[in-house]
């Protein structure tokens, strides 16, 4: 299985970008997809994730400002970020639960795709 994301870049502050994630493979099903980020010298967190049931969570900083959503038929995740702060300058990570044909259940992890929020 792999991760591909993409559209992450260079915004001004209060500006806006849209990820996309799109998993490919041995794939019966996906259960969880979410979108975690890493900025310079911390952890990485978790912004936002989506199930398959349509339970969504938010981390507190992004709430009001970033929507997680997926197209389950495109086993794609996205993520739309509006009124971007420079805080919120990381490497943006995609990441799926996975059920494969043998029912087992795996987290992939996507390659990171960068979004730097700067005037």
């Known amino acids: 299985v792999q991760l591909q994301a993409s559209g992450g870049g260079l915004v001004q502050p209060g500006g806006s970008l849209r990820l996309s994630c799109a998993a490919s493979?041995?794939?019966?099903?996906?259960?969880?997809m979410g979108w975690y980020r890493q900025a310079p010298g911390r952890q990485r967190e978790l912004v936002a994730v989506?199930?398959?049931?349509?339970?969504?969570d938010y981390a507190d900083s992004v709430k009001g400002r970033f929507t997680i959503s997926r197209d389950n038929a495109k086993n794609t995740v996205y993520l739309r970020m509006n009124s971007l702060k420079p805080e919120d300058t990381a490497v943006y990570y995609c990441?799926?639960?996975?059920?494969?044909?043998?029912?087992?259940?795996?987290?992939?992890w996507g390659q990171g795709t960068q979004v730097t929020v700067s005037s």
């Open positions: 990441k799926a639960g996975v059920i494969d044909y043998y029912r087992d259940y795996f987290s992939y």
């Open positions: 493979g041995s794939i019966f099903s996906i259960n969880d």
């Open positions: 989506i199930t398959s049931s349509g339970y969504i």
